[in-house]
T-cell receptor, first 113, second 112 residues
Framework: AQKVTQAQTEISVVEKEDVTLDCVYE???????LFWYKQPPSGELVFLIR??????QNEISGRYSWNFQKSTSSFNFTITASQVVDSAVYFCAAKAAGNKLTFGGGTRVLVKP | KAGVTQTPRYLIKTRGQQVTLSCSPI?????VSWYQQTPGQGLQFLFEYFSETQRNKGNFPGRFSGRQFSNSRSEMNVSTLELGDSALYLC???????????FGPGTRLLVL
């Protein structure tokens, strides 16, 4: 079973500032998958990024980047140059093959113009 | 490809009634999972179906049940509704257990 902790419940920034969302996970599985999802006010969970446990390479995709540190069990997510449309609740999630997807409590991001 | 669809989008029921929610996965996806989201409990896993078989089940009472059809469409049923069942019910589909889950827009259930 996995456990995912998002210590930040709410973050408020001004447009164009960078936002970093923290995520710490716990798992006994040696192979697992980490995800970030965005939930706008409409309610639908939108997939953003995914990382496999055996690939610690960090990448940048547009304004999104992530920092996967297996040694500290962290999978942090950064939005660069935030925009008002980035306002949403962001969920970190973990999963092992054959197991359920476990979500953190979510971090509400408010980007003010 | 069309995304995951869920019907109905909104539902109002009274205590004691039962409700059936439907989910159509992305074409080609054989796994469907259901989640309940409430302000107090967050996102909680209900169950997962793969090729018409329940593969995983969360910690919910027996009033919550589901099934999957041969075309991978899935339904979940909640009997004897309670006020606490008011929630956003999300369905997700995936190719297999190692792949990313893609979510539908959800069904908002209000129990009065």
């Amino acid at each position: 079973a996995q456990k995912v902790t998002q210590a930040q419940t709410e973050i408020s920034v001004v447009e164009k500032e960078d936002v970093t969302l923290d995520c710490v996970y716990e798992t006994r599985d040696t192979t697992y998958y980490l995800f970030w999802y965005k939930q706008p006010p409409s309610g639908e969970l939108v997939f953003l990024i995914r990382r496999n446990s055996f690939d610690e390479q960090n990448e940048i995709s547009g304004r999104y980047s992530w920092n996967f540190q297996k040694s500290t069990s962290s999978f942090n997510f950064t939005i660069t140059a935030s925009q008002v449309v980035d306002s949403a609740v962001y969920f970190c999630a973990a999963k092992a093959a054959g197991n359920k997807l476990t979500f953190g409590g979510g971090t509400r991001v408010l980007v003010k113009p | 490809k069309a995304g995951v669809t869920q019907t109905p989008r909104y539902l109002i029921k009274t205590r004691g009634q039962q409700v059936t929610l439907s989910c159509s996965p992305i074409s080609g996806h054989r796994s469907v999972s259901w989640y309940q989201q409430t302000p107090g409990q967050g996102l909680q896993f209900l169950f997962e179906y793969f090729s018409e078989t329940q593969r995983n089940k969360g910690n919910f009472p027996g009033r919550f049940s589901g099934r999957q059809f041969s075309n991978s469409r899935s339904e979940m049923n909640v009997s004897t509704l309670e006020l606490g069942d008011s929630a956003l019910y999300l369905c997700a589909s995936t190719l297999n257990s190692r792949e990313t889950q893609y979510f539908g827009p959800g069904t908002r259930l209000l129990v009065l």
